[in-house]
Every structure is written in structure tokens, then in C-alpha cells.
């Protein structure tokens, strides 16, 4: 997937610079668009600044969780709120099952960092009512998961136990 993400940047690059007179925006919306798989276009979006599209990529094209994770934390400080948006949506991929390999330390990273763009908004416990309702909503998730969220809606310190999920 990096490799794609990586030809899709390069290729909105080489067009955007063949043509400076065509609006960025525009073409790298045309090129997802085109693409039809708008998931490998998230990480060109949102190196380009397009975070407004890099959102709407990562919405419906269903990028991978750990990639959205490393959003979340390289843009916690910059951009808080395209923070707190990508990590809702990591947090809900891993608890729904997408990812290669997911392990209890990649959901705890994504809870972790989603909960500190909360508290720079000073929502915190508006984001705290959305991961209890995330585990209400994925009821198959793996129980070392669910002790990760639960842990830290009680309160109490997470448990990282590295365990490997779905």
C-alpha cells in the first residue's frame, strides 16, 4: 500500500508541476477520482497539504488503519482536528477489523493520540463517549482490544499487552 500511496504523490507531483496553470486541488481530485481506488490517494493528500481531501479519501476510499494512525500523530500538534477526525476513523478500522497485523500497541497509539487532539479541543469527553460507542457498535471486537478502551474509559492505565488481533 506505502508503494502506491508513494506512485500516487509522485504522479500528482509530476502532473501538478506540468501544469501550474490547473488549481492542485483539482488535479489531484481528478487523478483519486479517476483512480477509482481513492484509499492510495490518501497519503498524497494529505503530503499536499489537501487535507480537506485527504479526509474525504480517507472516508470512503477505507485506508488503512495504520497509515491514518501515523497521521493522527504527525498532525496532533499542526492540526488537531484533522487529527481528531483520522483518529476516530483508525480507532474504528482496527476495532472493525482492518489492518495487516494490527497488534493491542497499534490501538492503543491510535487511542492514545486520538484522545490528545481531544484534549487540545477540549473534547475529551465528547471523544471518550465516541470510543465507548465505537465498542458498542463492533461487538465482535477481541477482548484484549476492548480491555484497551475500556481500560481508559474507567480510567484506568491501558494495558499494552502486544497481543496480535485481526
Do not use: C
Not at 492503543?108 to 465516541?130: I, Q, S
Amino acid at each position: 500500500m506505502d508503494n502506491q500511496a508513494n506512485k500516487g504523490l509522485t504522479n500528482f507531483r509530476q502532473i501538478a508541476k506540468k501544469y501550474p496553470e490547473v488549481d492542485p486541488h483539482r488535479i489531484l481530485a481528478n487523478l483519486a477520482d479517476a483512480s477509482g481506488d481513492l484509499r492510495r490517494w490518501f497519503a498524497a493528500a494529505k503530503d499536499a497539504g489537501h487535507l480537506d481531501l485527504a479526509l474525504r479519501f480517507a472516508k470512503t476510499g477505507r485506508t488503512d488503519p495504520k497509515t491514518l494512525s501515523r497521521a493522527l500523530r504527525d498532525f496532533l500538534e499542526f492540526d488537531p482536528v484533522f487529527a481528531l477526525r483520522i483518529g476516530r476513523m483508525a480507532v474504528d478500522r482496527i476495532l472493525a477489523g482492518y489492518g495487516y497485523e494490527i497488534t493491542a500497541l497499534d490501538l492503543a497509539g491510535a487511542r492514545d493520540h486520538f484522545l490528545a487532539a481531544a484534549r487540545r479541543l477540549d473534547v475529551e469527553a465528547d471523544a471518550k463517549n465516541a470510543l465507548d460507542r465505537l465498542l458498542a457498535e463492533h461487538v465482535d471486537v477481541p477482548s484484549f482490544f476492548r480491555v484497551q478502551i475500556e481500560r481508559q474509559l474507567a480510567g484506568l492505565q491501558p494495558m499494552n499487552t502486544g497481543h496480535r488481533g485481526v
